[in-house]
């Protein structure tokens, strides 16, 4: 008998099945070609007590996920909220913030910028982080070993996602929020003999009956190769009052005369560090289209 349930933990090609009436299945899939993420509605079929395979997955409402020339890695299904987490100390890399930031623009997920560690003083870190809210970007500051109250309110009602930088500081901060959340999943992780994958595995963890969080890896790179030429200009959020509007209708905002985009460049409207991000990204993707 088919049972419906919602992907808690992904290990690999193996996944953790949340029943309804809260039973833990360790599952895969049929086929090798299937991927699957926390946070994914299946249909499971039983194959013992605690085991079962995978048929079929829910249409997704939102699919975050990253992508190289060779191959493309889900990181959570059906989240509404990319909780994308800097520190104070270790510096992080703004390179992979606005790379996370893009795929969740491409993806139509809020974004949210947190700089832990605050305690730890970084007059850049927090010069760095006005720039993001300039945008319009949500920021938060804490130190998430002290409190992470100010956190919670905007977790309500949302599916979120940490990522980020290992060291940042997702663990504590997932801690912190549920402080029995390691403990219980080690346990199910070792009545599931799954534990052995727990240091590159995703966690989806309840808050309440309406919230809940995910806890992925840490990332030192997030390819876009998957974004195409016109989701990357819109994924832009300071592009779009010039999209259009240049001179040419297949301009690449590059060296084009009369390209808009360049204009506002030059008067200060777009920084020069997101323009040089948007470069990049749209040459790496050049190279995997025509090379």
Do not use: W
Not at 3 to 31: F, M, Q, W
Not at 82 to 102: G, H, K, M, W
Not at 159 to 184: D, F, H, W, Y
């Amino acid at each position: 008998m088919p049972h419906e349930g919602l992907i808690v933990a992904a290990y690999g090609k193996r996944y953790n099945v949340e029943l309804p009436d809260g039973r833990i299945l360790s599952c895969v899939t049929r086929g090798k070609k299937v991927d699957n993420a926390a946070g994914d509605h299946v249909t499971v079929t039983l194959t013992a007590n605690n085991q079962g395979v995978i048929e079929k997955t829910a249409k997704r409402q939102t699919l975050l996920y990253r992508s190289n020339a060779y191959k493309s890695k889900i990181l959570a299904a059906n989240v509404t909220q990319i909780l994308i987490v800097l520190a104070t100390q270790p510096s992080f890399y703004e390179d992979l913030l606005n790379r996370c930031l893009i795929a969740a623009e491409a993806a139509g997920i809020r974004a949210v910028i947190i700089l832990n560690k605050c305690d730890l003083p970084n007059p850049q870190a927090l010069q760095k982080l006005q720039q993001y809210a300039a945008l319009g970007y949500l920021t938060l500051q804490l130190n998430a070993t002290e409190s992470v109250d100010c956190l919670r309110p905007l977790l309500e009602g949302h599916t979120s996602v940490l990522v980020g930088q290992s060291g940042m500081g997702k663990s504590t901060i997932i801690n912190s929020l549920l402080p029995e959340a390691r403990s219980k999943t080690q346990e199910i992780s070792a009545t599931l003999d799954s534990g052995k994958h727990t240091t590159t595995a995703t966690h989806l963890y309840h808050l309440d009956s309406d919230s809940a969080i995910i806890d992925s890896p840490g990332l030192q790179e997030f390819g876009l190769y998957h974004i195409e030429e016109a989701e990357l200009e819109y994924a832009f959020v300071e592009f779009r009052p010039f999209i259009g509007h240049c001179k040419f209708n297949n301009c690449t905002h590059t060296h084009e005369p009369g390209c808009v985009i360049l204009q506002a460049l030059a008067d200060g409207q777009i920084a020069p560090e997101r323009h040089q991000i948007f470069l990049q990204i749209r040459a790496e993707n050049s190279v995997q289209l025509y090379g």
